[in-house]
């Protein structure tokens, strides 16, 4: 990786550079000029030389391990240019620091740093001729003809960063079959006669464990009261697994404040009686399922299926429910390979030149299904040529030559080194995260533009650069997504295992990062960035001086104290992501760090921020949503790099949670560079400063008045290139000023809060008719009515329409040809809607419609028949008549009393009603039904079976009353992470 390493470096370079016409533009003591001009000079040195040698590297660093010669210079290269690196981030250190003090100090600081600039200098000299000589070196011992062999082996990547994102299809399950009758069978076969039973499906890394039982697990649960998927980490606690069971069955529990005890006790009240499927996925130890076994009442119906690498975990299946997967036979793997090596082609024809490599590519997968996907879409972003794809098997040809890394991680290994250079260091950060960790992409991208990994492209801003390397790495199968939004991009994503072991084994030999879980033995050993995940860091306080540029935290509780000592001794750290811990207080070393570009506070308990906070030149990423912080502090206004300000306060009210803007301070013009700016409150001076913002992606105000009119106005039009719009009116009667407002046409997503003026909605909606971007619409407490609803129908591209608390009126039609491309419909809160209308043709691409608290509701949409496409359909909280005619009308038997079961607890029983179909929703059939009262002040819950009809569909019953607040807020919270 040390092609990644130089790449990022000659960033680095050219910043100092930049500086050198600032720095000779101020007056400066003459000795300090000249050790300046000195230390410029090796700068400019080194750069010129790194360029070469990076271009070398991209070569040369892949076959690192076929050739000790050329392993011996790329590590030598790669510790002089950490060194380097060392030396430029020291420089941009002292040359903040000489900026902060008095006068007096100041000068005396200029004297100082004048000797300081001579020993940079000499050192990088030092460095430079180290380059010269290891270059010299090179070409005296370099084998002639290694790299000519396989020149063009990391030729031209055809694909985009931009295709269609690859995971799990229904169609690229091949060899499965027989098993998945199998694991079928042993979970649902006899659900009635066996009260408890263990499957096991056993495997080596990569051989499909988890896809087999995946499969399976979408078959069956919907024959179970309650399912629960729980990956279960190597290094795991007792009671952070019982945790996640909890929460994974829907047991809606406090760990913080919980006891073991209790938890233990939650659980087994909750499961006692009910069918249920439980899936432990990935367990190392035998004695995972020993401690927690005794948790689970023996008075149900249970279904435990536990995948495993290990033998002895297989041991723990019951008769007959033990699967050993074993590589796929040769015609399921050709098949395999197949569909993936040529997704992207049109005719999918195999041409008959490739025939051979593709057997010689398959001698290498073993039949290991994620060898074969990895080594299949690898080539599925190659040209169909001979050349190309002989280039990709020397590749693996060569690494197989010396068997450093054995089986799956040969194929893993070369999809890693095709990758270009700023790929490289993106795939490595995302190992620091915890195992099965479910990474968001906007963090991920924050993370790695602070890192200086992306660089900005023409016509691309460094966001849609570093979003097209994130799915270059899903595209590849070294990421697998786990959640989409609705517009098809990749919102959360995680690493395999078998990929993250690679990746992390990589990172503490390249010392590109390391992880510490707790280890009283860890060394440091230059490696540049730390991901701590044990809240013991003791051994890390006491490591003394580091050479960290990023420290990431992954544990709720941290020493606050030891935390300093380590701050005090990594003083060139430009990434201190804190995010989910529960400090109160930043230790003041945090504002020594000059070099800090990311601040990460999201959801922890900061109430203050201090003013020394503007000491942090360069700060690009400030977040702290989530957080007790009312006001931010005037000097936030001299962060002038900053790109993204995020932070919204937490209000306590009762037993409510609710999040709300913060005031910030005058002079917040000056940061001109924001890309996002959320969730300030709305004042005349803010607003009037926010208009200077005018590169705003992003723009979240709360608490406006009709007294900001003007200002609000004023501002979003000269924001011409903004994408999310959030406004918040100060109080439910407060009319939004909309008529004078001016949408940028690059909107595409705007969040209203507040009244609308129903009698100007028409020329409201005319002034709209250019935001052709405008796929997404939320309106909250709008107080629509029948005619100024229709006027949205001009709204022709929107994807997603939410109303919630927006519409007052009593029928809702949905007039023909209306919404064409519409996929999501919520109207929540219409507490007179008893009609709802659609008219052949309207809302002819709807996939998802919800009703929610609309107690007047007591029928059915009239013209539901025609949304063919409708595959979901919730209603909740609706008029028990309407309930009654679904019972009715869908043939549903419902035991006797069992829609009047209370809890025994709190004798709730209000109730959601939920109905999925993947058929037209006109031609239901009922094949099954589940009864599910789930109360709120107690966390009992009450499973019955239902007798229906059906064939896709499914009906649900669960309380929801306080709960639905809380849901609420944290969509709310959601919203705001744009």
């Given at each position: 990786?040390?092609e990644a390493?130089v790449?990022?470096?000659?960033?680095?370079l050219s910043?100092a550079l930049a500086?050198?016409?600032v720095?000779?533009?101020?007056?400066?003591?003459?000795k300090?000029?000249?050790a300046?001009k000195?230390?410029?000079g090796?700068?400019?040195?080194?750069?010129a030389?790194?360029?070469?040698?990076?271009?070398y590297?991209r070569?040369?660093?892949?076959?690192?391990?076929?050739?000790e010669?050329?392993?011996?210079f790329?590590?030598?290269?790669?510790?002089?240019?950490?060194r380097?690196?060392?030396v430029v981030?020291?420089?941009?250190?002292?040359?903040?620091?000489?900026?902060?003090g008095?006068f007096?100090?100041?000068i005396?600081?200029?004297?100082?740093h004048a000797?300081i600039?001579?020993?940079l200098?000499?050192k990088?000299?030092?460095i430079?001729?180290?380059?010269?000589?290891?270059a010299?070196?090179r070409?005296?011992?370099?084998?002639?003809g290694?790299?000519?062999?396989?020149?063009?082996?990391?030729?031209h990547h055809?694909?985009?960063?931009?295709?269609t994102?690859s995971f799990?299809?229904e169609?690229d399950l091949?060899?499965?079959e027989?098993?998945?009758?199998?694991?079928?069978?042993c979970?649902?076969?006899?659900l009635e006669g066996r009260?408890?039973k263990?499957a096991t499906?056993?495997?080596?890394?990569g051989?499909?464990k988890?896809?087999?039982v995946d499969?399976v697990?979408?078959?069956?649960?919907?024959?179970?009261?309650?399912?629960?998927?729980v990956?279960?980490?190597?290094?795991?606690?007792?009671?952070?697994?019982?945790?996640k069971i909890?929460?994974e069955?829907?047991?809606?529990?406090d760990?913080?404040?919980?006891?073991?005890?209790?938890?233990?006790?939650?659980i087994?009240?909750?499961?006692e009686?009910?069918?249920?499927?439980?899936i432990l996925?990935?367990?190392?130890e035998?004695?995972v399922?020993?401690?927690i076994m005794?948790?689970?009442?023996?008075?149900?119906i249970?279904r435990?299926?536990?995948?495993?690498?290990k033998?002895?975990?297989?041991?723990l299946?019951?008769?007959?429910?033990?699967i050993?997967?074993?590589?796929?036979r040769?015609d399921h793997?050709?098949d395999?390979?197949?569909?993936?090596?040529?997704?992207?082609s049109?005719?999918?024809?195999?041409?008959?030149?490739?025939?051979?490599?593709a057997?010689?590519?398959?001698q290498?997968?073993?039949?290991?299904?994620?060898?074969?996907?990895?080594?299949?879409?690898?080539?599925?972003c190659k040209?169909?040529?001979?050349?190309a794809?002989?280039?990709?098997?020397?590749?693996?040809?060569l690494?197989?030559?010396k068997?450093?890394?054995?089986?799956v991680?040969v194929?893993?290994?070369?999809?890693?080194d095709?990758?270009?250079?700023?790929l490289k260091?993106?795939?490595?950060h995302c190992a620091?995260?915890?195992?099965?960790y479910?990474?968001?992409?906007?963090?991920?991208?924050r993370?790695w533009?602070t890192?200086?990994?992306?660089?900005?492209?023409?016509?691309?801003?460094?966001?849609?650069?570093?979003?097209?390397c994130?799915n270059?790495?899903?595209?590849?199968?070294?990421?697998?997504?786990?959640?989409?939004?609705?517009?098809g991009r990749v919102?959360?994503?995680?690493?395999?295992?078998?990929v993250?072991?690679?990746?992390l084994?990589?990172a503490?030999?390249?010392?590109?990062?390391?992880?510490?879980?707790?280890?009283r033995?860890?060394s440091?050993?230059?490696?540049?960035?730390?991901s701590?995940?044990s809240?013991?860091?003791?051994?890390?306080?006491?490591?003394?001086?580091?050479?960290?540029?990023?420290i990431h935290?992954?544990t709720?509780?941290?020493d606050?104290?030891?935390?300093r000592?380590i701050?005090?001794?990594?003083?060139l750290?430009s990434?201190?992501?804190?995010?989910?811990?529960?400090?109160k207080?930043?230790?003041d070393?945090?504002?020594?760090?000059?070099?800090?570009?990311f601040?990460?506070?999201?959801?922890?308990g900061i109430?203050?921020?201090?003013?020394?906070?503007?000491?942090l030149q360069?700060?690009?990423v400030?977040?702290?949503l989530g957080?007790?912080?009312?006001?931010?502090?005037?000097?936030?206004?001299k962060l002038k790099k900053?790109?993204?300000?995020?932070?919204?306060?937490v209000?306590?009210?009762?037993?409510?949670?609710?999040?709300d803007?913060?005031k910030?301070?005058?002079?917040i013009r000056?940061?001109?560079?924001?890309?996002a700016?959320?969730?300030?409150?709305a004042?005349?001076?803010?607003?009037?400063?926010?208009?200077?913002l005018?590169?705003?992606r992003?723009?979240?105000v709360?608490?406006?008045s009709?007294?900001?009119?003007?200002?609000?106005c004023s501002a979003?039009?000269?924001?011409?290139?903004?994408?999310h719009?959030s406004?918040?009116?100060?109080?439910?009667?407060n009319?939004l000023p909309?008529?004078a407002l001016r949408?940028?046409?690059?909107?595409?997503?705007v969040?209203l809060?507040?009244q609308?003026e129903k009698?100007?909605?028409t020329?409201?909606?005319?002034s709209?008719?250019h935001?052709?971007?405008?796929?997404?619409?939320?309106?909250?407490s709008s107080?629509l009515?029948?005619?100024?609803f229709?006027c949205?129908?001009v709204?022709?591209?929107?994807?997603?329409l939410?109303?919630?608390?927006?519409y007052?009126?009593?029928?809702?039609?949905?007039?023909?040809l209306?919404?064409?491309r519409?996929?999501?419909?919520?109207v929540?809160?219409?507490?007179?809607?008893?009609?709802?209308?659609?008219?052949e043709?309207?809302?002819?691409?709807l996939?998802?419609?919800?009703f929610?608290?609309?107690?007047?509701l007591?029928?059915?949409?009239?013209?539901?028949?025609?949304?063919t496409?409708?595959e979901?359909?919730r209603?909740?909280d609706?008029a028990?008549?309407?309930?009654?005619?679904?019972?009715?009308e869908?043939?549903?038997?419902?035991?006797s009393?069992?829609?009047?079961?209370l809890c025994s607890?709190?004798?709730?029983?209000e109730?959601?009603l939920?109905?999925?179909?993947?058929?037209n929703?006109?031609d239901l059939e009922?094949?099954?039904?589940r009864?599910w009262?789930?109360?709120q002040e107690c966390?009992g819950?009450?499973h019955q079976?239902?007798?229906?009809?059906?064939?896709?569909?499914a009906?649900?019953?669960?309380?929801?009353?306080?709960?639905?607040?809380?849901?609420?807020?944290?969509?709310?919270?959601?919203?705001?992470?744009?």
């Amino acid at each position: 990786m040390a092609e990644a390493v130089v790449g990022v470096l000659i960033g680095k370079l050219s910043a100092a550079l930049a500086k050198e016409a600032v720095t000779y533009g101020t007056s400066l003591l003459g000795k300090k000029a000249s050790a300046l001009k000195d230390l410029f000079g090796e700068i400019r040195k080194a750069e010129a030389e790194l360029e070469i040698m990076k271009a070398y590297l991209r070569d040369s660093e892949k076959y690192k391990d076929a050739n000790e010669t050329t392993d011996i210079f790329v590590r030598r290269i790669r510790d002089l240019a950490f060194r380097i690196e060392d030396v430029v981030d020291e420089f941009t250190y002292r040359l903040e620091d000489c900026k902060h003090g008095g006068f007096a100090a100041k000068i005396k600081k200029r004297i100082k740093h004048a000797m300081i600039w001579r020993r940079l200098a000499l050192k990088l000299r030092t460095i430079n001729a180290e380059l010269e000589d290891a270059a010299r070196k090179r070409e005296r011992y370099a084998m002639p003809g290694v790299l000519e062999r396989y020149a063009g082996g990391s030729g031209h990547h055809a694909g985009s960063a931009n295709q269609t994102l690859s995971f799990a299809r229904e169609e690229d399950l091949v060899g499965i079959e027989d098993n998945v009758v199998k694991l079928t069978q042993c979970l649902v076969g006899d659900l009635e006669g066996r009260s408890n039973k263990i499957a096991t499906v056993l495997g080596m890394g990569g051989v499909g464990k988890t896809t087999l039982v995946d499969h399976v697990y979408k078959i069956v649960k919907a024959d179970f009261d309650t399912a629960a998927w729980v990956t279960v980490s190597k290094s795991y606690q007792v009671e952070d697994l019982l945790t996640k069971i909890a929460r994974e069955f829907g047991v809606s529990i406090d760990a913080r404040n919980m006891e073991i005890r209790s938890l233990v006790e939650v659980i087994r009240i909750y499961l006692e009686g009910k069918r249920y499927i439980l899936i432990l996925d990935d367990v190392w130890e035998k004695d995972v399922w020993i401690n927690i076994m005794d948790v689970f009442p023996s008075n149900g119906i249970s279904r435990i299926v536990l995948t495993s690498r290990k033998h002895e975990v297989a041991s723990l299946a019951t008769s007959d429910c033990e699967i050993k997967l074993e590589p796929l036979r040769e015609d399921h793997s050709w098949d395999l390979f197949c569909k993936l090596a040529f997704r992207n082609s049109v005719d999918k024809r195999f041409p008959s030149e490739l025939q051979y490599l593709a057997v010689k590519f398959l001698q290498k997968c073993e039949g290991l299904p994620i060898a074969i996907a990895c080594i299949g879409r690898l080539l599925s972003c190659k040209p169909t040529t001979y050349s190309a794809w002989k280039n990709v098997y020397a590749d693996l040809e060569l690494q197989s030559s010396k068997n450093v890394i054995p089986g799956v991680d040969v194929i893993l290994k070369v999809s890693l080194d095709d990758l270009p250079f700023e790929l490289k260091n993106c795939f490595l950060h995302c190992a620091i995260f915890p195992e099965d960790y479910e990474m968001k992409r906007r963090r991920l991208i924050r993370h790695w533009i602070t890192a200086g990994f992306i660089k900005e492209k023409e016509n691309q801003t460094m966001e849609e650069v570093a979003e097209g390397c994130l799915n270059e790495l899903v595209n590849r199968s070294l990421l697998q997504v786990v959640k989409k939004n609705g517009f098809g991009r990749v919102k959360c994503c995680r690493m395999h295992d078998t990929v993250r072991h690679l990746a992390l084994d990589r990172a503490e030999k390249e010392c590109f990062g390391k992880v510490y879980e707790g280890s009283r033995t860890f060394s440091v050993d230059g490696t540049r960035r730390l991901s701590i995940q044990s809240s013991n860091i003791e051994p890390l306080s006491q490591s003394g001086a580091t050479n960290f540029r990023a420290i990431h935290v992954f544990t709720s509780y941290i020493d606050t104290d030891l935390l300093r000592s380590i701050l005090a001794s990594s003083n060139l750290l430009s990434t201190l992501d804190l995010q989910g811990t529960q400090l109160k207080m930043l230790p003041d070393e945090v504002f020594s760090l000059f070099n800090l570009q990311f601040l990460g506070l999201r959801n922890t308990g900061i109430k203050i921020l201090p003013e020394e906070v503007g000491r942090l030149q360069n700060l690009v990423v400030l977040d702290a949503l989530g957080t007790c912080l009312l006001y931010l502090p005037k000097n936030v206004a001299k962060l002038k790099k900053l790109r993204f300000l995020y932070a919204c306060a937490v209000l306590i009210e009762g037993n409510l949670r609710r999040y709300d803007g913060v005031k910030v301070p005058r002079g917040i013009r000056n940061l001109t560079r924001l890309h996002a700016l959320q969730n300030v409150k709305a004042s005349l001076e803010t607003l009037c400063d926010v208009a200077a913002l005018t590169e705003l992606r992003t723009f979240a105000v709360c608490d406006v008045s009709p007294e900001h009119s003007l200002n609000l106005c004023s501002a979003i039009l000269n924001m011409s290139h903004l994408v999310h719009l959030s406004i918040t009116a100060s109080n439910e009667n407060n009319v939004l000023p909309m008529e004078a407002l001016r949408l940028p046409k690059t909107l595409s997503i705007v969040e209203l809060e507040g009244q609308l003026e129903k009698k100007r909605m028409t020329q409201i909606l005319s002034s709209w008719s250019h935001l052709h971007n405008l796929t997404r619409l939320s309106l909250i407490s709008s107080k629509l009515d029948e005619e100024s609803f229709s006027c949205f129908t001009v709204l022709h591209n929107l994807c997603f329409l939410d109303l919630s608390k927006a519409y007052d009126g009593k029928k809702l039609e949905f007039c023909a040809l209306s919404f064409p491309r519409v996929r999501q419909l919520r109207v929540c809160d219409a507490p007179q809607l008893n009609q709802v209308k659609i008219e052949e043709g309207a809302l002819e691409n709807l996939v998802e419609l919800v009703f929610s608290d609309c107690p007047e509701l007591n029928s059915l949409p009239d013209g539901i028949e025609y949304l063919t496409t409708l595959e979901e359909l919730r209603l909740l909280d609706i008029a028990e008549e309407l309930i009654e005619k679904l019972r009715k009308e869908w043939g549903c038997y419902y035991p006797s009393g069992a829609s009047q079961t209370l809890c025994s607890y709190c004798k709730g029983r209000e109730a959601e009603l939920y109905c999925k179909t993947v058929a037209n929703v006109s031609d239901l059939e009922m094949l099954f039904g589940r009864l599910w009262s789930h109360c709120q002040e107690c966390q009992g819950s009450l499973h019955q079976d239902l007798l229906c009809t059906s064939r896709d569909c499914a009906i649900f019953y669960r309380r929801r009353k306080a709960q639905k607040d809380m849901a609420e807020a944290r969509l709310q919270l959601d919203r705001w992470d744009f």
